[in-house]
Nanobody, 128 residues
Framework: QVQLVESGGGSVQAGGSLRLSCAAS??????MGWFRQAPGKEREGVAV???????????VYADSVKGRFTISQDNAKNTVYLQMNSLKPEDTAMYYC????????????????????WGQGTQVTVSS
């Protein structure tokens, strides 16, 4: 059974940093990413990394986090990270790790409904 386990959430003041981690129980995923959902809002894509099982990778970010968040992957540890810097109150949300296999066009990578496997989520709260 595939499991994705997130960690690293917490509370921080605006301008601070957090690093989220997501450990996968198996390494067969081509796509791993982070999504978030704030109260009363739809789940949205934050950042996705595509490796396709090779050492090369591609990433995509939501416009709202470009330049502030960085997604990376440690294949040896089956773990994907999200380094979040310059956090803003509007970044407050439950953050979810997601993963999947199979080809998809790059303009769909941030769409939550295209991912089959999900973690339980970790809360990020940014205060002003």
């Amino acid at each position: 059974q595939v499991q994705l386990v997130e960690s690293g959430g917490g509370s921080v003041q605006a301008g601070g940093s957090l690093r989220l981690s997501c450990a996968a129980s198996e390494y067969t995923f081509s796509y791993m990413g982070w999504f978030r959902q704030a109260p009363g809002k739809e789940r949205e894509g934050v950042a996705v990394i595509y490796t396709g099982g090779s050492s090369a990778s591609s990433t995509v970010y939501a416009d709202s986090v470009k330049g502030r968040f960085t997604i990376s992957q440690d294949n040896a540890k089956n773990t994907v990270y999200l380094q979040m810097n310059s956090l803003k109150p509007e970044d407050t949300a439950m953050y979810y790790c997601a993963a999947d296999r199979g080809f998809r066009f790059s303009n769909t990578w941030l769409r939550p409904n295209t991912y089959q496997y999900w973690g339980q989520g970790t809360q990020v709260t940014v205060s002003s």
